[in-house]
């Protein structure tokens, strides 16, 4: 069997993500004991809603998120996101600026920012205004460089600070998809890794939870 690594945070409820935004609620809609009733004590299924907010848990960015012309989920190109030979590129931060992937191939690949950030997952200081981020700077590098994909395993792959959000903009503006809130990046090599991220095509909308892996290779 493969080696698989899961790179994603799991949602439950009332968890927190992004500063600010609410967590998603989960809750029945169908309970195994009024199943069964139903069902004459045959069987029992539960069937539960989940209302969430789409920039939830581990997610995919899609140009429309920050675009309105942009392609949504439906339209996203699955080679983009599945089986995509990948890198990880590990610097603490917190700017991220263009020599971090100098001499690193990247044309084509899912370019993942291993940070350590991922570890404040779930505590005040993940949202904390000194959070690892992609410079502008390196943001028209990867562009320049024709990435498959980029990640972050932080709270935002720009500074929040900087409300013209360089990063997403220049990456998003060039069809380049974005993984935020990626973890267990240190569980990668840095290179010999096939990295899969891959939402439901929901007609215009422009980000969703993924549930985002790789697999090792041989």
Do not use: C
């Not at 997952?121 to 981020?133: E, Q, V």
């Not at 990626?182 to 899969?196: C, I, N, V």
């Amino acid at each position: 069997m493969p080696a698989i690594v899961d790179l994603s945070h799991s949602i439950s409820d009332g968890m927190t993500t992004y500063p600010g935004l609410a967590g998603p609620v989960i809750k029945d809609v169908l309970t195994r004991s009024k199943s069964s009733e139903a069902m004459g004590g045959a069987s029992s299924f539960s069937i539960k809603s989940i209302e969430l907010v789409a920039n939830t848990g581990t997610y995919l960015d899609t140009p429309h998120h920050r675009f309105e012309t942009g392609y949504d989920l439906s339209e996203l190109d699955l080679t983009t996101v599945v089986n995509v030979a990948g890198v990880v590129v590990q610097q603490s931060g917190p700017r991220l600026d263009a020599d971090t992937i100098a001499d690193v191939e990247i044309q084509g690949k899912a370019v993942l920012f291993l940070t350590g950030w991922s570890s404040f997952f779930g505590t005040a200081t993940y949202g904390a205004a000194h959070h690892p981020y992609v410079s502008a700077g390196l943001a028209e590098a990867l562009v320049d460089a024709g990435p498959a994909l980029v990640g972050i395993d932080s709270v935002n792959i720009d500074n929040m600070a900087d409300l013209t959000r360089p990063a997403h903009s220049q990456l998003l503006a060039a069809g380049i998809p974005i993984v935020e809130h990626l973890t267990h990046l240190d569980r990668l090599p840095s290179a010999g890794f096939r990295f899969f991220a891959v939402p439901p095509a929901i007609v215009g909308v422009g980000t969703f939870p993924v549930r985002a892996f790789a697999i090792l290779d041989r």
